[in-house]
């Protein structure tokens, strides 16, 4: 493409714009421990609250609109950008350099051990993958599938859970079987209608995108006992998980877990992980291999493979990525993840009730605290479009919410950031389109 003289100066002043701006941004990154110290301290002088305050000066997202799309694309902190910038910088230096190579060599296995320390995972369980999707894909690919399979998927499926169903379908021949996960259905009933003798896999939500719904520890725990006893992998897909609700894997009960970096744990975009059971490891085959998967391997045939989860990667790796991914999950430690959920489900129970006092909204989401996350899903009135609003919100107040699969249905995903002003705008915004 040619460029005017007019397009090349406009590009260079905005590139000198945003390189004085990421400069400013960076001098103001709070260290790491000072915010966990802040809330309650004697003598700070600061209400308890004052923390999150403190945590959204390091996201730069609040300060340009009402953020509630944590639960698409979550917005990362100066600390995890700046992760990213430093140790990119120094990779560069000298990629194939060994004075430079053995420091970037330690990123990955330093955060798999972090990863199954934080979510109650084996040592040798973790898998750092690009995204959730990726991990699904691991697990959908994993078992020799035949014609008449089945699978148990359910109605509250991001589109990652739902099309390599499809693909497998129509390679393969499986069947795909749909539980109804709404507000208030039982899962293990749903789950326990569903199942055959051929079924497979059963591969649900933890959190549901679509109504915030979450399969409570107790229960996911009784389905995967459940499942084990029949012979079936149970996936979990985690997008929604890890920082939005607490995970703890070997809890849970199911035997492989597939998340993400980018959402709720604010992380870099490209980052994921993939949770597995040792006892599954060799259920759960590799359909993907290349570089990296072998713990050992010839010229004439022979190969073993990595004793770990991390038998499921391979490539060349995007390692500032994942050194910002450990940074971004070492910095909601430091806020405390306690904290950090705890006023999740406050701002949940601000946002059921000031819906519930607005007679022309209902909710999709689950009103018992036990059963919510910070998924909040509101059901429009009666010809009201979803994507109507959301375009009028952004573009208009800014405002960014979600639609989601059911028409009508209006999701805010409400993260520790946000205020209980920011939701009542939300709503009041809501209304007025409405």
Not at 78 to 99: C, I, S, W, Y
Not at 224 to 241: F, N, T
Not at 285 to 291: F, I
Request: hydrophobic share 40%.
């Amino acid at each position: 493409m040619v460029l005017r003289e007019r397009d090349v100066s406009d590009q260079d002043l905005d590139r000198r714009k945003f390189i004085a701006r990421s400069t400013a941004l960076a001098t103001a990154i709070v260290p790491i421990g000072v915010l966990a110290r802040w809330e309650g301290q004697a003598g700070s002088g600061m209400p308890q609250e004052d923390w999150v305050g403190a945590a959204r000066a390091q996201i730069p997202a609040t300060s340009e609109s009402v953020y509630f799309q944590t639960g698409g694309i979550g917005p990362s902190s100066l600390h995890a950008m700046a992760e990213v910038t430093e140790k990119l910088e120094f990779q560069n230096r000298g990629p194939a350099d060994p004075t430079y190579a053995a420091t970037m060599s330690r990123i990955e296995p330093d955060l798999r051990a972090y990863l199954a320390s934080m979510f109650g995972v084996d040592a040798n369980g973790v898998a750092l993958t690009h995204s959730t999707s990726e991990g699904i894909s691991i697990a959908a690919w994993s078992l020799n599938w035949a014609a008449g399979d089945e699978v148990v998927i359910s109605n509250q499926e991001h589109p990652a859970n739902v099309m390599p169903w499809y693909v497998l379908r129509d390679r393969f021949g499986i069947e795909i079987r749909e539980i109804n996960l709404d507000a208030g259905t039982s899962l293990l009933d749903e789950a326990r209608n569903a199942l055959s003798p051929r079924t497979r896999m059963v591969s649900i939500s933890h959190v549901s995108r679509n109504n915030g719904r979450r399969i409570r520890t107790d229960e996911s725990a009784a389905l995967g006992e459940l499942l084990r006893s029949r012979g079936i992998v149970y996936h979990l897909d985690g997008a929604q998980g890890p920082g939005c609700v607490d995970v703890d894997f070997g809890e849970l009960g199911c035997d492989c877990y597939s998340t993400c970096g980018h959402k709720w744990l604010l992380g870099p975009k490209g980052t994921g992980a993939f949770f597995v059971r040792s006892e599954a490891l060799d259920t759960l085959q590799l359909s993907w291999a290349g570089s990296h998967s072998h713990a050992a391997m010839d010229y004439d045939g022979s190969y073993s493979l990595l004793p770990s989860a991390a038998r499921y990667e391979f490539g060349t790796r995007a390692l500032a990525d994942f050194a910002g991914f450990h940074t971004a999950v070492s910095w909601m430690e430091e806020l405390g993840f306690d904290r950090v959920l705890t006023r999740v489900q406050d701002l949940g129970t601000h946002a059921v009730d000031a819906a519930e006092t607005r007679p022309d909204f209902r909710l999709a989401s689950p009103r018992a605290e036990e059963d919510r996350s910070g998924v909040f899903v509101l059901r429009l009135p009666s010809g009201c479009d979803a994507t109507h609003v959301y375009n009028r919100l952004a573009g208009e107040r800014r405002i960014l919410s979600s639609p989601v699969r059911r028409e009508g249905d209006l999701r805010l995903a409400i993260h520790f950031f946000n205020t209980e002003d920011e939701i009542d705008a939300a709503l009041d915004g809501i209304a007025a389109v409405c």
